[in-house]
């Protein structure tokens, strides 16, 4: 596809950016509802999937255009933070840190339609996706936890994590899950099919971060807002 999307909170736009150019530049912003943050792209339709916590709201939009399009959107439960994709399925998970819930919606259209909502979740403020079991991974925050969903047999599960996890990325090629840890500036790293714990890494600097996995050289790439820096970090195979 050669485009990726960025979540303007101050402005309630997403900026859809070409990659093909060095350096990337904006094709067009698409007007969102306010305070626009969780963001996820479903490379099969090639639709971008973005939360707006200030309205409430998920947006679905076509990044492959030449201009800005008109978002379809529908409402969610209270604060909605964080969006996983299941392009395989056409399916979206969104992630309500205040309304504790994990809602599923079929994407497969280009409009989002809520299928279900899960509730008494323990504040939710990431989700990931695992194509190999078409499972979704949402933290819970509140839970030290994460809490896993598979929307084809709704089979449901949760494994421990560390104290106050505020982000996750998973990497299927070696079943490697991290999550950040704010309390303890800590990364735990998790053999998920098995569902254990089996390191922790120390941090220093922020207490937010920001987190994603490089999934060829498992490699974690975590931003550290304090120090203005980017971390690189090997993780075992």
Request: avoid cysteine; charge should be negative; hydrophobic fraction near 40%.
């Amino acid at each position: 596809m050669g485009r990726a999307v960025i979540a303007n909170s101050g402005e309630a736009t997403a900026s859809v950016l070409d990659l093909t150019t060095s350096p990337p530049t904006t094709l067009y912003k698409v007007p969102l509802g306010a305070q626009p943050t969780g963001v996820a792209v479903d490379e099969a339709r090639g639709n971008a999937v973005v939360t707006s916590s200030g309205t409430n709201s998920v947006n679905v939009f076509s990044m492959t255009v030449n201009a800005a399009p008109q978002p379809s959107s529908s409402a969610t439960d209270s604060l909605p933070v964080a969006v996983g994709v299941a392009p395989d399925l056409g399916v979206a998970v969104v992630a309500t840190q205040t309304g504790n819930t994990a809602e599923i919606y079929d994407i497969s259209s280009g409009s989002p339609t809520l299928s279900i909502s899960i509730p008494n979740l323990q504040e939710p403020v990431g989700v990931d996706y695992d194509p190999v079991t078409q499972q979704f991974l949402v933290l819970e925050r509140a839970g030290n936890a994460v809490f896993t969903l598979n929307p084809i047999n709704d089979n449901q599960g949760t494994l421990r994590t560390g104290v106050d996890p505020s982000s996750l990325a998973y990497n299927f090629q070696a079943s490697t899950l991290l999550t950040l840890n704010t309390a303890s500036n800590t990364l735990s790293v998790v053999d998920l099919p098995n569902s254990n714990v089996t390191d922790l890494v120390p941090l220093s600097g922020s207490t937010q971060y920001a987190l994603a996995i490089h999934p060829r050289l498992s490699l974690a790439v975590v931003t550290d807002s304090a120090n203005g820096r980017v971390l690189l970090l090997p993780m075992p195979r």
